[in-house]
């Protein structure tokens, strides 16, 4: 099956690419990049999740902006 692949954050313009994907079934262990280009007027952070039927999901989450 299918793996959805989501990216959410408060106030993200998607400048490249959609705040949801789908990703061909994947085998095992197996890999599939997934990019997005993403704008926001705060740093803040943001939540990777992917999903399908067949497995367990997964989520990250990750800072966003800003040099520290």
Not at 23 to 37: E, N
Not at 46 to 51: F, L
Request: proline fraction near 4%; charged fraction near 25%; hydrophobic fraction near 40%.
């Amino acid at each position: 099956a299918p793996v959805l692949v989501t990216l959410e954050g408060k106030g993200l313009q998607f400048v490249e690419g959609l705040s949801r994907a789908s990703v061909p079934s994947l085998d095992g262990y197996g890999r599939q990049k997934v990019r997005w280009i993403v704008r926001a007027e705060k740093p803040g952070k943001i939540e990777i999740k992917a999903a399908t039927l067949n497995a367990w999901g997964g989520t990250a989450t990750s800072d966003l902006g800003g040099v520290k």
